[in-house]
């Protein structure tokens, strides 16, 4: 089982930057899309931006024009570059990697705090 761990979270003040990497224990075969999630206190965990195979990438409206995620680690992981931080989008920010077939894989998190 491949495991994931995120990187790169921390306190940064509003109009900041922050980038977070995903690490993979191993290859994971067969991969439609990956992505990253964040969750808030008392919020769902909601879908911040997602790549597929092919390249072509999704992003929630919240963060559209702000955060640009891309594939690493081989194509094993996601990577996301955030720019313009706001308050709200202080949450734990998880990668999250989709294959082919039932399973799916997980980070731990890793938090982001926004504020002066």
């Not at 998880?94 to 082919?100: E, L, M, S």
């Given at each position: 089982?491949?495991?994931?761990?995120?990187?790169?979270?921390?306190?940064?003040?509003?109009?900041?930057?922050?980038?977070?990497?995903c690490?993979?224990s191993?290859?994971?075969?067969r991969?439609?899309?990956?992505?990253?999630?964040?969750?808030?206190?008392?919020?769902?965990?909601?879908?911040?931006?997602?790549?597929?195979?092919?390249?072509?990438?999704t992003?929630?409206?919240?963060?559209?024009?702000?955060?640009t995620?891309?594939?690493?680690n081989?194509?094993?992981t996601?990577?996301?570059?955030?720019?313009?931080?706001?308050?709200?989008?202080?949450?734990?920010y998880?990668?999250?990697?989709?294959?082919?077939g039932?399973?799916?894989?997980?980070?731990?998190?890793?938090?982001?705090?926004?504020?002066?």
């Open positions: 089982q491949v495991q994931l761990v995120e990187s790169g979270g921390g306190l940064v003040q509003p109009g900041g930057s922050l980038n977070l990497s690490a993979a191993g290859t994971i075969e991969i439609v899309h990956m992505g990253w999630y964040r969750q808030a206190p008392g919020k769902q965990r909601d879908l911040v931006a997602r790549i597929f195979n092919g390249g072509s990438t992003y929630a409206p919240a963060v559209k024009g702000r955060f995620i891309s594939r690493h081989a194509g094993n996601p990577y996301l570059q955030m720019n313009g931080l706001k308050p709200e989008d202080t949450a734990i998880y990668c999250n990697v989709i294959p082919a039932w399973g799916d894989y997980w980070g731990q998190g890793t938090q982001v705090t926004v504020s002066s």
